[in-house]
């Protein structure tokens, strides 16, 4: 069936530097994309989306690439900061539905 | 304002008991869903609700598992008979309308352990 997954399941980031999560889709339907934090002990975090007629976005510090050519999602964090430590979930889903398909997700940590 | 809440945070009990756990969305949010997620592995969907439409039940794991909405606000998530492989974090999140293509809004779950 198809899924969405991450190419790394870890990530370690020294404070300061910038970060790229990846995310490999294979849903070629899929136009809407999200990428969400998770904290210890707390439920996923909406953190930046992207549809599919764009192929790139940023908020506050992230950035969010979209290559539709190669099924590709990814996420920059710029300056990563010890609040930065997370994991990371991409989902996807097309705009008919109401159904996120998830990936396991990256454990980024941030070196001090 | 208020984000989604989940009672009770943490849960122990028996093999074999059943249990509750209960959601309140965001208010104004007509569609809400439950998700589970195992130690490391992502969310894994198991039921949507939309306004008073049919649940679409089709991620529930097997008929232990049910759940109940009250019009567009609490819903309960009841596991009968807990096995120890239902051990996990239950979510529920809310979005604000039929919920195709836009962002689900997350509580901070119940983590269910089953001795």
């Known amino acids: 069936g198809e899924s969405v997954g991450l190419h790394l399941p870890t990530l370690s980031v020294q404070e300061g530097d910038n970060s790229i999560i990846n995310c490999a889709y294979s849903n070629s339907a899929s136009d809407y994309f999200i990428w969400y934090k998770q904290e210890s002990g707390k439920g996923p975090q909406f953190i930046i989306d992207i549809r599919s007629n764009m192929d790139k976005r940023q908020g506050q510090r992230v950035t969010v690439l979209l290559n539709k050519t190669v099924k590709h999602l990814s996420l920059q964090i710029a300056a990563t900061q010890p609040g930065d430590s997370a994991v990371y979930f991409c989902?996807?889903?097309?705009?008919?539905?109401?159904?996120?398909?998830f990936g396991a997700g990256t454990t980024v940590t941030v070196r001090a | 304002g208020a984000g989604v809440s989940q009672s009770p945070s943490n849960k122990v009990t028996e093999k074999g008991k059943d249990v509750e756990l209960r959601c309140d969305p965001i208010?104004?949010?007509?569609?809400l869903y439950w998700y589970r997620q195992r130690l490391g592995q992502g969310l894994e969907f198991l039921i949507y609700f939309q306004g008073n439409s049919a649940p679409d039940k089709s991620g529930l794991p097997s008929d232990r598992f049910s759940a109940e909405r009250t019009g567009e606000s609490v819903s309960t998530l009841t596991i009968q008979r807990t096995q120890q492989e239902d051990s996990a974090v239950y979510l529920c999140?809310?979005?604000?309308?039929?919920?195709?293509?836009?962002?689900?809004?997350f509580g901070p779950g119940t983590r269910l352990l089953v001795l």
């Open positions: 208010s104004g949010h007509t569609a």
């Open positions: 999140a809310s979005s604000p309308r039929r919920g195709g293509g836009e962002t689900q809004y």
């Open positions: 989902a996807e889903t097309h705009s008919n539905d109401y159904k996120l398909s």
